[in-house]
């Protein structure tokens, strides 16, 4: 067998002779002989198509340690590592491919509006949501300070804490930093979207709050929920609620963060004497200059069937928590719970205002007005 010196072998092969040596350092290609003398290396004609096999799998991106594995396996086992590798590659391009989209829109401000209600109809995704929005200034309160939001794929409740219009720019401004999060977020991103978004939120408040003293002290709790086909993200922070309702059961899923809730929790204070201790309306964290700006985060799965309530303060305080559960339980569907939601808190003497949001997850059906995409 006549062997190929090393200039042959390149021309015959296509590579150079930078890869050449790289491939024989890397023991991808080694010689299959070496002059002691002059140390010109020779190789086999029949290593061309393993040659041509570690240059073709260069060129794909495949890690060295593959194709050093690929490149020395039979036919069949080469072309098995060989698909899952781009299995791999286009999983992995799919996941980045949406989280640019979803940067794209959020940074330029047009995520909300790629993903308006004029496509509420469309049945894209694997589960849609109905909801409903209500609130009320309620019966002792001149003006509403709760803000809310209710998109394809965003709900959000903020209570703004600060009196006069203060606590209202607050809310406000939070949730106007939460929409352009109403658009594709992927799914391992919902976390992260929420709590860049937060941060950034409390960040503008404190800006605000520098730039105009009449805003100092100003503040709001928020509690959201963020979908992304079955997957949901939740942020909270403060003492506004997120409840869950599965299988006929009602479930608080957010921990206040209050004083009371703190000494609830410590064991020195009892349920009973909650509604009536000094300090309840005391809130520990809340986006607001002063307190801790450390929101909860969870990542849930939601399923068909499951209803959420989203709620400000002034909902549970005046309505008893048997009577939520009743309506949540029992209710038709959204407008009617929400609607009832709100007169138990009237008929409690509203002392707050009441904002409530409920939504029902529903399977994806043929197009009907009024359902969003989750």
């Known amino acids: 067998m006549e062997l190929m010196s090393s200039g042959e072998f390149v021309r015959a092969s296509g590579l150079s002779r930078k890869a050449l040596r790289l491939y024989d350092e890397l023991d991808l290609l080694r010689p299959v002989a070496v002059d002691p003398a002059s140390q010109y290396r020779f190789y086999d004609p029949a290593q061309l198509e393993q040659a041509r096999l570690v240059a073709w799998l260069r060129r794909l991106g495949m890690p060295l340690p593959a194709i050093r594995e690929a490149s020395r396996a039979a036919p069949a086992m080469a072309a098995a590592l060989v698909t899952a590798y781009w299995d791999q590659v286009e999983a992995e391009t799919t996941t980045r491919r949406e989280l640019a989209t979803f940067l794209i829109g959020y940074l330029s401000g047009k995520g909300a509006a790629m993903d308006s209600m004029d496509n509420a109809g469309k049945t894209e995704g694997t589960l849609a949501i109905r909801y409903a929005v209500k609130t009320d200034v309620g019966l002792q309160r001149d003006a509403n300070e709760d ?26 401004a ?8 109403d658009t594709q977020v992927p799914a391992g991103e919902l976390l992260n979207a929420l709590d860049h978004a937060v941060r950034q939120a409390s960040r503008t408040l404190t800006e605000m709050a520098q730039a105009d003293p009449g805003l100092s002290g100003m503040g709001t709790t928020l509690t959201a929920l963020l979908w992304s086909g079955s997957q949901l993200g939740l942020v909270h922070i403060g003492d506004s609620r997120a409840y869950l309702v599965r299988d006929g059961k009602v479930f608080q899923i ?5 004083m009371v809730q703190t000494l609830l929790d410590d064991g020195k204070i009892t349920a009973e004497e909650v509604a009536s201790h000094p300090q309840r309306n005391l809130i520990l964290r809340a986006l607001a200059t002063g307190l801790r700006c450390e929101p909860d985060l969870q990542l849930r799965e939601a399923r068909p069937g499951d209803r959420y309530l989203l709620c400000s303060d002034g909902l549970y305080d005046a309505a008893d928590a048997a009577s939520i559960a009743s309506v949540l339980c029992t209710a038709a569907d959204p407008d009617e719970a929400a609607t009832e939601l709100l007169r138990l808190a009237i008929e409690g003497g509203g002392p707050d205002n009441i904002t409530c949001i409920v939504a029902d997850v529903v399977p994806q059906l043929t197009p009907v007005s009024g359902l969003a995409r989750a």
Do not use: C, F, N, Q
């Not at 803000?147 to 720019?169: I, Q």
């Open 147 to 172: 803000s809310a939001y209710a998109g394809e794929r965003l709900l959000a409740v903020a209570d703004g804490m600060g009196g006069h219009a203060a606590g209202e720019v607050a809310s406000a």
């Open 254 to 258: 957010t921990h206040d963060h209050t």
């Open 174 to 181: 939070v949730i106007d930093a939460l929409k352009p999060l």
